[in-house]
């Protein structure tokens, strides 16, 4: 359903991608593993458009997405959580999951049934989003993408600066996303947790693949020399 | 003392209206318009270039200036809009020189353009009377009419300003383009075309503020700059980007004025502008800072 090939991308003179070919089945979830600096973010923001890439680079559901503009790509049904959540700051958190639905897809997302599976944002909905802990912002954020009812969910480095009971809390929702038929790529730096979550693992290194595989037959000596280059 | 502070508020009402334009825009774009003072100036000229023009088919009454000024308004959003998405857009980035520099050329063209079409001789807007009754409030005070309704207009472009960012789905757009153009583009947002809805809503604003300029007094092709300062002083006291800020700083900012003319006829303007930099040394933030939901 979405597929890269040979992509490549830059940041002015510096290239950061070379040549990453990635598959992507429905309803599977993988995760993308690799040091920073090894693309992973960059990755994800070519495929939502944040990054410029030539069309024929990424096609989704057969068609190029490759250079689309970021909303014209979620309106196809890619949706992204991106790195540190960047909520918007002046936007209470409903009217931050509220903007998530701006591109008016439809599907069985929506404002109670995200109340449901994170009770708290119902709780806090009035507040300032930028206000909540930083596991509750990453709710938020999950959530804000799942309203546009997508596709494929991007989850940029969820565990990013969170204790270790609030990843938990928020991997345990992934059941009740992927359940509902959704394809999910997620990006994370804890190789245990990309294990123990996702079907498939791809590691970058320097902006290449390094190493891809089902995750239960992967080695950790395996992902190790992947990951570190040693 | 009451008498002083009843006019201030009144001028404080027009002040509002020179700035609520420049609030709008900063707080969704960031983007300075120095040009503000003076595109007033060319809404108040084309508010007279249309009463000329309309004046032999329509009636010497109030009515006449009304119905101009309500022509210009959409003329001015389609103004502010095509301004925005052709021009200013180009503009806008990290470094907020472009713009500023973009602005002042304007201001500079829009300056010598009315010039050029109609002498620098000072012109107003004929309000069959209007700007000349008052209203008695008892205890020998009176208010004048039209400022009066300036005022109220003021506060009601103020109110509904608020009610537009902390009400609506285009107001949330607003106010997320305005926090992260990025991710707004990621919630599928076009945030070029929001930056014109901005501009346009702005400019009606801004073509509102030049007729009534032009209805209160005389205006002048060179009087933008002065209308720009009282503007970016309202804003500033105010706090950026907040609504009822720029209200709050405008009113200061008249009443301040009022008390210094009462003191003496010179010192109005300049103890406005000694209230605007005591605000911006004790609280450069202003009174009321960014709009929020």
């Given at each position: 359903m979405l597929e890269t090939s040979g992509l490549t991308a830059h940041y002015g003179d510096a290239q950061a991608l070379f040549g990453i070919d990635f598959k992507l089945t429905q309803g599977e979830l993988v995760a993308i593993i690799g040091a920073n600096g090894a693309g992973k973010s960059t990755f994800l923001k070519s495929l939502t458009g944040l990054v410029k890439a030539k069309p024929e680079q990424i096609r989704f559901d057969g068609q190029p997405i490759g250079g689309l503009p970021p909303g014209e790509i979620v309106r196809r049904g890619l949706a992204l959580v991106p790195e540190g959540r960047r909520l918007f700051p002046s936007l209470s958190v409903e009217e931050n999951l509220q903007m998530g639905g701006f591109a008016r897809r439809s599907g069985p997302w929506s404002l109670p049934r995200l109340y449901k599976l994170f009770p708290i944002l119902h709780e806090k909905r009035?507040?300032?989003?930028?206000?909540?802990?930083g596991g509750q912002q990453q709710m938020v954020a999950i959530g804000r993408a799942l309203m546009s009812n997508p596709t494929v969910l991007l989850c940029d480095?969820?565990?990013?600066?969170?204790?270790p009971i609030v990843i938990k809390e928020i991997y345990d929702a992934m059941p009740a996303i992927t359940g509902e038929g959704m394809t999910v790529v997620i990006v994370e730096q804890d190789i245990s947790m990309a294990q123990r979550v996702s079907q498939r693992i791809y590691c970058f290194q320097e902006g290449r693949v390094s190493l891809q595989g089902a995750s239960t037959e992967l080695s950790r000596e395996q992902i190790s020399q992947a990951y570190f280059g040693v | 003392m009451i008498e002083t502070l009843l006019q201030g508020i009144l001028l404080g009402g027009l002040y509002c209206l020179f700035a609520l334009g420049q609030s709008l825009m900063f707080g969704v774009m960031r983007l300075t318009n120095t040009a503000q003072g003076d595109f007033i100036i060319l809404g108040a000229f084309a508010a007279i270039a249309g009463l000329s023009a309309l004046s032999p088919a329509m009636p010497a009454s109030l009515i006449t200036p009304l119905a101009v000024a309500a022509l210009l308004l959409p003329v001015a959003f389609g103004f502010g809009f095509g301004l925005q998405r052709y021009v200013l857009n180009g503009t806008l980035?990290?470094?907020?020189?472009p713009s500023l520099v973009v602005t002042f050329g304007l201001a500079i063209v829009i300056q010598n353009l009315l010039l050029e079409l109609f002498s620098a001789d000072p012109r107003s807007i004929d309000t069959h009377g209007l700007n000349t009754q008052s209203l008695s409030l008892g205890g020998g005070i009176a208010v004048g009419v039209l400022p009066l309704l300036i005022l109220a207009l003021a506060v009601g472009a103020t109110a509904g300003l608020q009610w537009l960012f902390g009400s609506t789905r285009l107001g949330r757009a607003f106010r997320a383009v305005s926090d992260d153009k990025e991710i707004a583009e990621l919630m599928g947002l076009d945030a070029k075309r929001l930056y014109a809805l901005a501009t346009g809503i702005a400019f009606v604003l801004i073509a509102l503020a030049g007729v009534l300029q032009g209805m209160r007094t005389t205006v002048s092709p060179a009087d933008g700059p002065l209308l720009l300062l009282f503007a970016f002083e309202a804003v500033i006291i105010g706090g950026m980007g907040s609504f009822w800020g720029t209200l709050a700083g405008a009113l200061l900012l008249g009443i301040t004025q009022q008390i210094g003319f009462r003191l003496d006829p010179g010192w109005g303007i300049w103890i406005g502008h000694i209230v605007f930099l005591v605000v911006l040394v004790v609280r450069p933030q202003g009174l009321f800072p960014k709009t929020k939901g």
């Open positions: 009035k507040l300032p989003g930028t206000s909540l802990s480095e969820l565990s990013l600066g969170l204790a | 980035g990290k470094d907020p020189l």
